[in-house]
């Protein structure tokens, strides 16, 4: 990304801060994830899509997410500060980080984390738009390298990795909702290429339940097979 975008609208933080605010005091909520990842070189071109959906109790420190990509389906779980990605057939398992605590917790689920990103870049204001056929407002964003690498979340991600150094373009694009300032849907697409290669990623995700009861229960046998150098023959 030589260029750099051009200056934030005011209309587009004050929507962004508005929609921050709206999410502070959400204990749960519930999200939908789609990307689609379309890689060319040369004559080759290939397409990986990966779909999830998951929950989060925000009071109870909890996370639960589904991921599914090609043949697999990966489970992950947050409990407190520490994360449990499922490893793929055929180690089974689950790979164990920290979570950070640095930042409130909020921050380590896909809601927070996609405002964050918003709060980080250029935004800019677009008003009014359909989605699903209800009213939203759209806001845009042109976000940076380092504000991509340090948001991602690859257990979200079908563990794709995408290469900052090699990033031409990134835009992304929120969807809120009118009369709560809440988050309805995001979407974020990156283009990347190195030595003639290109790739394209768009994630979507899609925010519901706000505020519903959610109870998130994490299977015993998660912490009975872990690994804490990530998950055997991943990159």
């Not at 899509?49 to 090609?70: E, L």
């Not at 009369?179 to 849907?185: E, G, S």
């Amino acid at each position: 990304m030589s260029d750099s975008p051009p200056p934030s609208d005011e209309r587009a933080v004050a929507a962004v801060e508005e929609a921050n605010r709206s999410i502070a005091p959400v204990e749960a909520y519930r999200f939908k994830m789609d990307m689609q990842v379309t890689a060319s070189d040369g004559d080759q071109s290939r397409t990986l899509s990966v779909d999830g959906s998951g929950a989060v109790n925000v009071s109870a420190k909890r996370m639960q997410a589904t991921t599914r990509m090609q043949d697999q389906t990966v489970k992950s779980y947050v409990d407190g500060y520490r994360a449990y990605q499922g490893c793929q057939d055929p180690w089974g398992g689950y790979a164990v980080e920290n979570v950070s605590r640095s930042e409130p917790w909020a921050t380590a689920t896909p809601l927070h984390r996609q405002v964050l990103l918003f709060e980080r870049s250029n935004v800019y204001w677009r008003g009014n738009a359909t989605l699903d056929g209800n009213r939203t407002v759209l806001v845009t964003a042109s976000p940076s390298a380092n504000t991509i690498e340090s948001l991602m979340d690859r257990r979200q991600a079908g563990d794709v990795a995408l290469d900052r150094g090699s990033l031409e373009n990134a835009t992304a694009r929120l969807w809120l909702d009118p009369d709560t300032n809440r988050p309805v849907q995001s979407e974020l697409t990156i283009k990347i290429s190195q030595r003639g290669a290109t790739a394209t990623a768009t994630i979507t995700a899609q925010y519901s339940g706000y505020g519903e009861p959610t109870a998130i229960s994490i299977p015993s046998e998660v912490s009975d097979d872990t690994y804490e150098l990530g998950c055997p023959g991943a990159s």
